[in-house]
């Protein structure tokens, strides 16, 4: 157990030394003043957009957690790279619990964002429960991104190719809210349209428990895919 604390932390340890790692925390703090002071001037000065507040922080709660993903996923493309997670592979620990235990720190900083986020928004009162509930649900974006882009890039250039991709499937929910009904279950097939359905309810005061549930279920079962895959191929 003590080792997957380590190793958990020693990937922090790793970001915070690399200056151009590092800069990319900046994002999710200059995210919480777009939010809190240029949101509402915008919105102010195009009344239009109004009705659109909710959609608009659904994409700013995301954000976090792409930062986030994007930044642990360049450490465990270097180190297999480095071949340095080959050291990882020998060490007498379980490589499944090994990867979750390095997953919880970007999960962690991505949900604390989204948290921030919607306490520092002046347009809703969300309470702590479902804030949290939410923030704890788009936290799960990070890992999952993080796990994908370090099983499909070789080196750093196609890690920032696949980051830019993965931004298109986690986005495109969002015009869910912009079609017909009829063609909104499109959309279902991707983990965040549970995410931003949920935020919908919940702005809305209404029922969110069901998209939760399958949100937090559809997040849970593609990330222990992702890291059974991920374990297969990075050890070795």
């Given at each position: 157990m003590e080792k997957l604390f380590r190793a958990a932390v020693n990937d922090s340890k790793l970001v915070f030394r690399d200056s151009s790692l590092r800069l990319f925390f900046v994002f999710p703090i200059l995210n919480l003043f777009v939010v809190s002071y240029g949101f509402p001037f915008v919105v102010k000065s195009f009344?239009?957009?109004?009705?659109?507040?909710?959609?608009?922080?659904m994409s700013a709660t995301m954000q976090g957690a792409l930062v986030i993903g994007f930044i642990y996923s360049m450490v465990l493309v270097d180190e297999n790279d480095t071949g340095v997670a080959k050291v990882y592979g020998v060490l007498p620990v379980s490589q499944f619990w090994l990867v979750i235990f390095r997953l919880f720190v970007p999960f962690l900083f991505a949900a604390l964002s989204a948290f921030a986020i919607l306490i520092v928004e002046p347009f809703y009162r969300l309470s702590i429960l479902s804030n949290t509930l939410y923030s704890l649900l788009c936290g799960l974006t990070a890992p999952m991104m993080v796990l994908f882009v370090a099983i499909y890039s070789k080196n750093k250039i196609e890690a920032m190719t696949w980051q830019k991709l993965t931004n298109i499937p986690i986005s495109l929910p969002l015009?869910?809210?912009?079609?017909?009904?009829?063609?909104?279950?499109?959309?279902?097939?991707?983990?965040s349209y549970w995410v931003y359905q949920a935020f919908q309810q919940m702005t809305n005061h209404g029922n969110y428990a069901l998209f939760l549930f399958v949100g937090y279920a559809f997040s849970l079962v593609i990330l222990v895919y992702l890291a059974r895959k991920f374990t297969r191929s990075h050890f070795s």
């Amino acid at each position: 157990m003590e080792k997957l604390f380590r190793a958990a932390v020693n990937d922090s340890k790793l970001v915070f030394r690399d200056s151009s790692l590092r800069l990319f925390f900046v994002f999710p703090i200059l995210n919480l003043f777009v939010v809190s002071y240029g949101f509402p001037f915008v919105v102010k000065s195009f009344p239009v957009l109004e009705g659109y507040v909710n959609v608009l922080l659904m994409s700013a709660t995301m954000q976090g957690a792409l930062v986030i993903g994007f930044i642990y996923s360049m450490v465990l493309v270097d180190e297999n790279d480095t071949g340095v997670a080959k050291v990882y592979g020998v060490l007498p620990v379980s490589q499944f619990w090994l990867v979750i235990f390095r997953l919880f720190v970007p999960f962690l900083f991505a949900a604390l964002s989204a948290f921030a986020i919607l306490i520092v928004e002046p347009f809703y009162r969300l309470s702590i429960l479902s804030n949290t509930l939410y923030s704890l649900l788009c936290g799960l974006t990070a890992p999952m991104m993080v796990l994908f882009v370090a099983i499909y890039s070789k080196n750093k250039i196609e890690a920032m190719t696949w980051q830019k991709l993965t931004n298109i499937p986690i986005s495109l929910p969002l015009l869910a809210f912009f079609v017909p009904a009829s063609y909104e279950i499109l959309f279902a097939v991707f983990p965040s349209y549970w995410v931003y359905q949920a935020f919908q309810q919940m702005t809305n005061h209404g029922n969110y428990a069901l998209f939760l549930f399958v949100g937090y279920a559809f997040s849970l079962v593609i990330l222990v895919y992702l890291a059974r895959k991920f374990t297969r191929s990075h050890f070795s």
